[in-house]
């Protein structure tokens, strides 16, 4: 259990468009979700926190309108780099959790989707 | 916030040799601490945790301590086998809330 799933796994864009990463808890409902960011070879920072239903908690630093999350069910979590660029390139990764349903807190995480922008 | 130092950053054993990776953390608040292993172009993967209210956790090869007062956890790995190759994670947080992570120790398992 406990099975997580991002989509699409790699995504090429051009610069100033915008691509959607999501973000889905397969077996079982995730009343929060968390967005991460990993550049190579280095640790992952998160971006932001989500509850199903309510705005996102975005970290010091990460744009809130550049970075648009959305978590509308207890089973998705959207990504939305808008007008993205090169620098906006890296590896994104969401989790999930549910404390109460599984009785853990544990985050559990998707495969990752490697965005590259050209 | 919570800080979270990770050492070494590379580890390379021979296999059947153990591994022993270490973290502290800064807030001692935090009463949960997971291990994640991530392999190249994959997420992270929980492979244990352990919680403020236990001292030791194991789980066939892999163990993880904690001490509390020394606000330090360490994650051991025995008889090592290549595919143990990866990188590992340590992370800290009071409650799920605002997890962070210490940098990755990259373990190299040599046949």
């Known amino acids: 259990g406990a099975v997580v799933s991002q989509h699409p796994s790699r995504v090429i864009c051009k610069s100033g468009t915008s691509v959607k990463i999501e973000c889905r808890s397969l077996?079982?409902?995730?009343?929060?979700m968390f967005w991460y960011r990993q550049f190579p070879k280095k640790s992952l920072m998160l971006m932001a926190t989500?509850?199903?239903?309510?705005?996102?908690?975005?970290e010091q630093g990460v744009e809130k309108d550049k970075f648009l999350i959305n978590h509308a069910s207890l089973t998705l979590s959207t990504l939305t780099v808008t007008s993205a660029h090169p620098e906006d390139s890296s590896f994104y990764i969401c989790s999930a959790s549910s404390p109460v349903a599984r009785r853990t807190d544990t985050q559990y995480f998707g495969p990752g989707t490697r965005l590259t922008v050209l | 916030g919570e800080n979270v130092e990770q050492h070494p950053s590379t580890l390379s054993v021979q296999e059947g040799d153990s591994a022993v990776i270490k973290c502290t953390y800064s807030d001692s608040a935090s009463n949960y601490f997971p291990w994640y292993k991530q392999e190249l172009g994959k997420g992270p993967q929980l492979i244990i945790d352990i919680r403020s209210n236990v001292g030791e956790k194991k789980d066939q090869r892999i163990a993880v301590t904690l001490n509390k007062t020394a606000k330090h956890f360490s994650l051991h790995i025995t008889e090592t086998q290549p595919e143990d190759s990866a990188v590992y994670f340590c992370?800290?947080?009071?409650?799920?809330?605002?997890?962070?992570f210490g940098a990755g120790t990259r373990l190299t398992v040599k046949p």
């Open positions: 077996d079982f409902q995730a009343t929060t």
């Open positions: 992370a800290a947080s009071h409650n799920n809330n605002d997890m962070r």
């Open positions: 989500s509850n199903e239903g309510s705005k996102a908690t975005y």
